[in-house]
């Protein structure tokens, strides 16, 4: 029989609680295949990516790089071409606008015959086809739904295909981790995940701190050798679409010449009605690529706006095409792998700079026309919450100033 009030159980913490205390103690961390990230209480990211795998595999999607062995002694003439943009800003539409233009362009010969196309996509059931086949052979649906679940991959985009670099998805999963702290840490994180693969290091033995063109080599060479088997191999451009800005990264550890295309939707009819901090978030990712280019870090690029692709189609394609052919006559005059002095690097950076200020046009913010009402033209014009949020960003001094100075620094 009880002679007073029960006492409360000591209060246990409960098992998030412990993992959250673990996080801020260490940092919030993740690691897969060759890379590692790690994001402190501050807000200050480390990215390492590693020459050698520090982590399993734990996406069963992609295949291991031992299946495909990938040798740049060969002489076969292949580019790269990389697809940079932010989501929902139309690089689906530019892959498939480049492919078909690459493959009407080039997959003819001197007598007007067609031969095979000369342009890939990545695939993510290219290497499962004869299982495919022999499935729909026995008319095992169950076989080829579990195919399928194993290994089907959004949009075949090339983040999912590969453990070199984190994809975006990776890096979102440190995100309700990184919510837990101030404002300023946040944004600091939310600010750079776009181009998170471009503030990885890649370190070298020696611990020097500067990633060795040999080390930027390898890990190139894996990279390749994840993604060719998701390609046709006997083809010459090699096309690779990420909804994501790595575009120093993906320089730094080229192995093959390569072309990165970079698409810009204005930001009011993008995706800045879904996140409240996605304002700022495109205004910080556009300075840093446009930075990039500025300094003459990217040898061979084009930046086109989605605006401009879709009221001027042919007039774009054309010029990207030109792009490409620019490309191919100095690889094919300075040999097979380019190999940049100071100087030349130097050189590329004044003239870059030169075109930069020359070429620079605001981005243009299409109005909805409604007198034609068989032209459907309301993905161009910005939503009421869109204008709501930036209104809101443009109330902020350095928000306004960026802007301005972002906006009119863009080039199609």
Not at 327 to 353: E, F, I
Request: aromatic fraction near 8%; hydrophobic fraction near 30%.
């Amino acid at each position: 029989e009880r002679s007073g009030p029960l006492l409360p159980k000591a209060e246990q913490p409960s098992q998030s609680k412990l993992a959250e205390n673990k996080d801020r103690q260490e940092g919030a961390k993740l690691k897969q295949g060759y890379w590692e990230f790690q994001i402190s209480d501050q807000g200050i990211v480390d990215c390492k990516i590693h020459t050698t795998p520090i982590a399993s595999n734990i996406n069963n999607k992609t295949a291991p790089m031992t299946e495909y062995k990938y040798t740049t002694d060969n002489q076969k003439e292949q580019y790269v071409i990389h697809i940079h943009g932010l989501h929902h800003t139309g690089t689906g539409y530019l892959r498939k606008t480049l492919y078909d233009a690459l493959n009407e362009e080039f997959s003819t010969d001197e007598n007007n015959i067609t031969s095979s196309p000369v342009a890939s996509i990545q695939d993510c059931m290219r290497p499962y086809q004869h299982q495919i086949e022999e499935a729909k052979k026995e008319n095992n649906v169950s076989k080829l739904e579990e195919l399928y679940k194993q290994h089907y991959v959004s949009e075949n985009e090339g983040q999912h295909l590969q453990t070199v670099f984190p994809s975006y998805y990776s890096r979102r999963k440190l995100k309700p981790k990184i919510w837990k702290r101030t404002m300023g840490v946040r944004l600091k994180f939310l600010s750079s995940i776009f181009y998170l693969g471009d503030v990885c290091t890649i370190p070298n033995k020696d611990d020097s701190g500067v990633p060795s063109d040999t080390n930027n080599k390898r890990v190139g060479t894996i990279l390749l050798q994840q993604w060719m088997r998701y390609w046709d191999s006997s083809a010459t451009f090699l096309l690779q679409k990420t909804p994501t800005l790595d575009v120093l990264f993906l320089e730094r550890v080229k192995v093959l010449p390569t072309l990165h295309v970079i698409i810009v939707r204005h930001p009011m009819t993008s995706n800045s009605r879904r996140h409240p901090s996605m304002a700022w978030r495109w205004i910080n990712a556009w300075s840093h690529v446009l930075e990039t280019l500025q300094q003459g870090d990217i040898e061979w690029y084009a930046v086109v706006t989605y605006e401009a692709l879709i009221s001027n189609h042919d007039a774009v394609v054309q010029e990207l095409l030109e792009v490409v052919r620019s490309g191919m006559r100095r690889y094919h005059s300075k040999g097979r792998v380019s190999k940049r002095t100071a100087s030349d690097a130097q050189r590329s950076r004044t003239k870059n700079a030169n075109q930069y200020s020359r070429l620079h046009r605001r981005l243009e913010l299409h109005e909805e026309d409604k007198s034609n009402r068989e032209v459907n033209t309301s993905y161009l014009a910005p939503k009421n919450r869109s204008v709501s949020l930036w209104e809101r960003c443009l109330r902020i001094p350095n928000c306004d100033t960026l802007l301005r100075q972002v906006t009119i620094n863009i080039f199609p």
